[in-house]
């Protein structure tokens, strides 16, 4: 079975490195590209065009939306579902204005683009790990590779809430949230635990919000766990 993995904004296969070799025995591993497009239900598509017939789908923050967009459109393909520091909720009207404002800035600049700023970094990583140059490296040079472009498409891409459809969701399903998120909050993760039948929910201590970069030995063995007691 095939394991299609979907990042975060500005995130892309470097996301998942560290818990590659873990994953690799449920793989092969397929990194979902989701620079292309600004609007959800493309995105979703388009991934769909690169992955296998079956295959377990894993989303993570911005993927999530991906995700389950994915699974409304073709339910019959995704064999698993693993829901990683996301939610269901929509952005908020001045959020909506914020990244638009950045949009419009970013688009109306020239020269080489600089990367995601260092708040920006410093909040998706716990308060223990704000200041690890790693990590904040890490997630620095990743954003360089997607570039000014993928980064305004990811900016105005409608989040809107998918709360009311969550009970549509019939297969198998893991909720995994990060403990000290400063992004997404725990209840957002228990509305998706609450309101997808069977699914289950597992709390990561000591991680931020890029749980794949902060502690990947920990997801990595939640998942793996997970999908050992879900195998077909």
């Not at 979703?44 to 789908?57: I, M």
């Not at 994915?70 to 520091?85: D, F, N, S, T």
């Not at 920006?120 to 140059?133: R, T």
């Amino acid at each position: 079975m095939a394991m299609v993995l979907l990042p975060g904004v500005m995130c892309d296969a470097g996301l998942w490195q560290a818990m590659a070799t873990d994953l690799a025995p449920f793989g092969p591993l397929i990194y979902g590209d989701l620079t292309r497009e600004s609007q959800l239900k493309a995105m979703a598509t388009s991934v769909l065009r690169q992955a296998p017939e079956r295959f377990t789908l894993v989303g993570f923050s911005m993927g999530g939306y991906v995700a389950r967009e994915m699974i409304r459109q073709a339910p019959e393909r995704v064999e698993k579902l693993i829901l990683i520091a996301t939610s269901s909720e929509a952005d908020s009207a001045e959020l909506r204005a914020f990244k638009a404002a950045t949009a419009r800035s970013l688009q109306s600049t020239s020269g080489a683009f600089r990367g995601l700023g260092q708040k920006s970094i410093a909040l998706s990583l716990s308060k223990k790990q704000a200041n690890n140059e790693r990590l904040k490296t890490q997630i620095f040079q990743m954003s360089l590779r997607m570039g000014k472009e993928a980064y305004c498409r990811q900016l105005v891409m409608a989040r809107n809430s998918d709360s009311d459809l969550l009970s549509q969701i019939a297969c198998p399903t893991l909720i995994i949230a990060a403990a000290e998120d400063r992004m997404r909050s725990i209840q957002e993760s228990q509305t998706l635990y609450e309101r997808i039948p069977h699914a289950e929910l597992d709390i990561i201590a000591d991680s931020g919000h890029m749980l794949p970069l902060e502690q990947p030995a920990a997801l990595a063995e939640v998942m793996t766990c997970w999908l050992r007691r879900n195998a077909v």
